[in-house]
């Protein structure tokens, strides 16, 4: 069964830090790109960066920028997200979704294979 599993998420005070991981099964991550989304409640999903294995890592939302950081480690078959310096508005729950190939799309029409969602508690 080919799926993504994220797992990381919880509550953090603002300027915490969560790493959340996006494990593959039933495939290996080699030959995909991997993006890290999220969706606020009440607002659209948003693409916050995304990994290839040959063209290295592109960032979609600048807020994001020098706080978050994408890593994927083919060996473990997981991409990571390391969050930092975080807000109460990264408030969301956080997904991955894979492509196949070496770029990164940036509409998330493009991913084929989504995981469930890990949730991303900021609050005081």
């Known amino acids: 069964q080919v799926q993504l599993v994220e797992s990381g998420g919880g509550l953090v005070q603002p300027g915490g830090s969560l790493r959340l991981s996006c494990v593959a099964s039933g495939f290996t991550l080699d030959y995909y790109t991997v993006g890290w989304f999220r969706q606020a409640p009440g607002r659209e999903r948003e693409g916050l960066l995304c990994?290839?294995?040959?063209?290295?890592?592109?960032l979609f939302l600048n807020s994001v920028k020098d706080r978050f950081t994408i890593s994927r480690d083919n060996a473990k078959n997981t991409v990571y997200l390391q969050m930092d310096s975080l807000k109460p508005e990264d408030t969301a729950d956080y997904y991955c979704?894979?492509?196949?190939?070496?770029?990164?799309?940036?509409?998330?029409?493009?991913?084929?294979?989504w995981g469930q969602g890990t949730q991303v508690t900021v609050s005081s």
């Open positions: 979704a894979a492509v196949f190939g070496y770029y990164c799309p940036s509409y998330d029409s493009d991913y084929t294979t």
């Open positions: 990994i290839s294995s040959t063209v290295g890592s592109t």
